[in-house]
DNA sequence: GACCTTGTGAGACACTTGTCTTAGGATGGG
DNA sequence: CCCATCCTAAGACAAGTGTCTCACAAGGTC
């Protein structure tokens, strides 16, 4: 198994854009953070997806003039890593605790709530049947 | 407001003693974290400790020989500050989003599972009363 | 062909994190 | 008094992060 790299901050924002945009030059990265009230030079977007390259977390065609830039792991799976990471560091793993304090200190909206009801019926309606979502 | 000071993972390790054992000398942290399968020196330790401190996230006092450590933040207030940061992140700030994803990765068992829901029952029917704690 | 414009590559540089070394102060046994 | 301990202070040092400067290449323009 490679290592699991870390992601910063800073290399989260350029990835997210490429989430939302499904690919971008360095140019067009750096113009959607900005807008987006980043204030970052070229070099500095140009650095970052470097690096996310490096790590095996995006992937990059060069095609005509400048390179682009796709992502090579999926947003899911990096709130996986950290929601993980955090039940581990924090909740002993255990994610009933998290979700117990999520609810506590963010309460949801009827909307959300009754859509939380529903995931949970399932879930333990399914208990030994279904496997699938 | 002074500024949220980060917490690395390593300080976290430390914390953790002083929140289980209330207070600890370096020594002390170091047993328990070694015992625990941990592999530091007393300078690293040491140093953990002394980083908290300039954060301001524990407080020593001199007893006797050594300083003795206690911490300055809760384990609560820890846990609050990563949730939020995840939630503005990677999840626009929705708790509710949050919430749904972790039940779908990390199913919950049947008894955490009625904690829950008598959580979002509670948190829907007392729309506007209760404040409870 | 000299000159922009847009790109890349290399690397600088300060700060943070992870971990340790080394020097020196206080304490207690002989 | 001298030594072995245990403690703190100071800081070393490599790797990772956040951000940028600078030199230089490829493609058009006249």
Do not use: C
């Not at 560091?89 to 994610?95: A, Q, R, S």
């Amino acid at each position: 198994m490679a290592k699991r790299p870390t992601i910063p901050d800073s290399e989260l924002d350029v990835l997210k854009v490429l989430w939302r945009r499904g690919r971008a030059t360095v140019r067009e990265a750096l113009e959607t953070l900005n807008a987006a009230g980043r204030d970052w030079s070229y070099a500095t977007v140009a650095t970052l997806l470097d690096r996310l390259e490096n790590k095996g977390l995006v992937e990059s065609d060069r095609k005509e003039l400048a390179f682009v830039y796709t992502p090579a792991i999926s947003e899911q799976e990096v709130r996986k890593r950290r929601v993980d990471g955090l039940l581990d560091k924090l909740y002993e793993g255990d994610p009933g605790l998290l979700v117990l304090h999520l609810l506590k200190s963010h309460p949801l909206d009827p909307g959300q709530a009754s859509r939380v009801r529903e995931v949970l019926d399932e879930m333990t309606a399914s208990k030994s049947s279904k496997k699938k979502g």
